[in-house]
């Protein structure tokens, strides 16, 4: 077992449930599950729209190519396309706000106010990480840091995982103790080979042994790599019909890392990070149960949207996550065949999979439809409920595709609103089953 390993498994494992940092978790808890690795489990009768777990970034970073950024007060509001601040990772939508402040000593930070700035400049943009991220923007071309948008990302991803390291060892140890290490490949992939010589050499040195007692080596790279690559939650660019939507920020949450995945899952998370400003931990993000969930249920959440066809979602499974697949939708859509789908060929692979997806849908909806007459297919354990999740659960905004969970409920009376965790759209139970649903 390597040195890394070792630590983990003293930091983790506990009487067979995992310590985890932060407030204790009331309404559910963290079980082993055997071949599914820890787990999150209802430890009581959960309502829909129940919150079940509310959980803050130990580290967030940046998805956004390494660039320099424009001044502050820059008046043309296109430069400020899709900025975030470097903090809080809210839009920053009016360039002219003469709060708006840059890094003193880099142009690779932009914050929403000097109080953000004054935050970060004390955790997350440390003078090592503003070094350091000058240095990788401005890498020699030979590296080809420039042209590889993925390992920019990586190398940011790395830079505040290092920072941690410094600035919160606890913080550290607890990204250390999440899935994901080097040791299943004999050969460190080639990612982090890459990464770590461009670190070692062009960064400023980090101290060889910190105070957590981890040193800067290849074998830790490797699985830093892997830790952020199972357990990331991307936090979203604000939503629209017209435009594909990538990823603002990742984020590290220490509690949340535990959902295991589910392709119709009984849960979903919300994040809110352009709310109002003056909403501290607007990077936290909610999980809330979509329908009632029994005491000793798992908890998942769906790893990516609900739409994706049983081929793609198998594949990125197995290839994000090292999973195969095999929850209750997946075994049914395993017998349905692909190629007899695909249709003509003069099609993009987009077009394909776009009619793939249509089609996938319209033979749920089908189903649906002859489902809803009777309501409690929702807790039956056969085909039905996948059916009866799309036109529930599942948001028919344009292009949107996101997942639908009841707001809170107050008391005991569960909430007729539903909200959409991709568009935030508000929809209500009769206009969803009437098939006109309504959006506010
Ligand atoms: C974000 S972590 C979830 C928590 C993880 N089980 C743990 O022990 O820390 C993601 C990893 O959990 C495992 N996992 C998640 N969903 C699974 C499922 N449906 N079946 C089997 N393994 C799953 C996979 O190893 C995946 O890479």
Known sequence: MSTVMAREDRLLRHGGEAKIRGAPLLVVRIAEIEGRGRAVVASEPLRAGQIVIRDSPILLYSA????????????QQQHYHNLYCSNCFRILQKPSIPTLVSCSSCSSALFCGSNCRSVALSSSHTPWVCQALTRLRDCPSPLQLHHHRDRQVQARFLVAAYNLALVSPS????????????????????????????????????????STGFGFSLE?????????????????????????????????????????????????????????????????????????VPQGREICLSYFPVNLKYSDRQRRLRDDYGFTCQCDRCKVEANWSDEE??????????????????????????????????????????????????????????????????????????????????????????ELMDGDALHQ
């Open 341 to 430: 789908d695909l249709g003509d060929d003069s099609n993009s692979d987009e077009e394909k999979d776009e009619e793939l997806m249509d089609e996938d849908l319209d033979e749920h909806m089908d189903m649906a439809d002859s489902a809803t007459e009777d309501c409690s297919v929702v807790n039956r354990d056969d085909d039905f409920p996948h059916a009866y999740f799309f036109l529930r659960y599942m948001c028919n905004g344009n292009n949107c595709w996101g997942t639908l969970a009841p707001l809170p409920p107050s008391g005991v009376t569960p909430s007729s609103a539903m909200e959409c965790n991709v568009c935030g759209n508000l929809k209500y139970y009769k």
């Open 171 to 210: 913080d550290f140890q607890t990204l250390l103790s999440l899935q994901g290490d080097c040791s299943s490949t004999a050969q460190p992939e080639e990612a982090a080979l890459f990464l770590h010589f461009l670190i070692s050499s062009l960064c400023p040195p980090l101290p060889s042994q910190n």
């Open 64 to 75: 956004l190519p390494l660039t320099i950024l424009p001044p502050p007060h820059q008046p």
């Open 220 to 292: 830790l790279t490797a699985s830093l790599l892997a830790k952020d690559k199972l357990n990331a939650f991307g936090l979203m660019e604000p939503f629209s019909e017209d435009t594909q939507r990538s990823v603002r920020a990742y984020g590290i949450y220490p509690k949340a890392c535990f959902f295991n995945h589910d392709c119709l899952p009984n849960a979903c998370r919300f994040d809110y990070v352009d709310a109002d400003s003056a909403t501290q931990h607007n990077t936290d993000i909610i999980v809330r149960v979509i329908h009632d």
